[in-house]
């Protein structure tokens, strides 16, 4: 029988939320930013699944799997970069237009039955929103603007944030414990109450029409924004297997603005502290002192919310 520990510990569980909340979710990805050129890319893996986004030669934004038709090689190789006039393999250089077409393969040339409109580059879902890149695996998800809906009609878009600080903390936990930690401290922000709205919590004070000083808003299942003293951070957690975490974090703000260095000491400090706590969480889990850990659903309801999204999905 699954226990409660087992949702942080389990490969097979860990599985299932890799085909059914993250396979079918949107992520974020990434600031457009990064791919202003054709050929300009950024790459990641989406629990796991390895993704590319690459800019096409008419402006638009192409997303795939970063695995290769021939023989799962990896197409790129780096978080972000440029490739000159087409994708190549790392592995034994087949060439892919940057729509994801086949342009190339080098010894099939002339070879009987192949077809190279069969080896295009398998597609995924990419959208932007505001200045940020989101991909989704699925190709039938609703369309992120859908999703992102409550947040535009709360708040307005922010103001130009051009600079930015961009880094990952590998955390030894599971990605939930992570999310909950977060979750438990933000306790007004109420699922299906004042503060909430399907698949987002606003912490207040989220304003309608204007751009509060601080703020929090939680996207199901993995994304955080907060601003805080002028700073956007946008914190998205990456699961790196069943007990680690990637928590990626950029921080946006305006060019020499004084306050930034305190905002984001604060908030590394908040970070540093939060990953002892989530990594003796993750420690006790395998204790018998472990019962009901966060899961305390009577009080915590952005927590109690959160564990039935998962449970919801996973039965889905
Ligand atoms: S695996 Fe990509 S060309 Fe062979």
């Excluded at 949702?7 to 396979?23: S, T």
Aim: proline share 6%; glycine share 8%; net charge negative.
């Amino acid at each position: 029988m699954m226990t409660m520990a087992d949702r942080y510990l389990d490969d097979g569980y860990h599985d299932r939320e890799r085909q059914r909340i993250f396979a079918r979710t949107w992520q974020f990805f990434g600031l457009a930013s990064d791919c202003v050129r054709p050929g300009d890319y950024v790459a990641a893996d989406v629990c796991g699944m390895p993704v590319m986004v690459v800019r096409d030669r008419s402006g638009d934004l192409r997303g795939f799997h970063n695995v290769c038709p021939h023989r799962a090689g990896p197409l790129v190789g780096d978080d972000r970069g440029r490739c000159d006039k087409a994708i190549v393999c790392k592995v034994h250089g087949w060439r892919f237009d940057f729509t994801g077409d086949l342009l190339e393969a080098p010894d099939y040339a002339g070879v009987a039955g192949f077809a190279a409109a069969d080896y295009g580059l398998y597609p995924v879902q990419v959208q932007t929103w505001r200045e940020f890149i989101f991909v989704n695996l699925d190709p039938g998800a609703a369309p992120l603007a859908a999703l992102l809906k409550p947040i535009d009609d709360r708040m307005a878009a922010p103001q130009a944030r051009p600079a930015r600080l961009q880094h990952c903390h590998p955390v030894d936990c599971n990605w939930k414990i992570h999310v909950e930690n977060f979750l438990s401290s933000h306790s007004d922000a109420l699922p299906g109450g004042p503060g909430g709205d399907g698949d987002i919590l606003f912490s207040s004070p989220a304003v309608a029409g204007g751009e509060a000083d601080s703020a929090w808003v939680f996207v199901w299942p993995n994304l955080k924004f907060s601003l805080y003293r002028g700073v956007l951070l946008i914190e998205h957690l990456q699961p790196m297997g069943v007990d680690r975490t990637g928590v990626h974090h950029v921080f946006l703000h305006a060019p020499e603005d004084p306050t930034v260095d305190a905002a984001i000491v604060a908030s590394e400090s908040a970070t540093e502290k939060s990953a002892v706590f989530c990594e003796h969480v993750q420690k006790s889990l395998r204790g018998p002192a472990f019962h009901v850990g966060a899961a305390v659903r009577t009080h915590e309801a952005a927590v109690a919310w959160f564990q039935s999204r998962i449970d919801a999905a996973l039965d889905g």
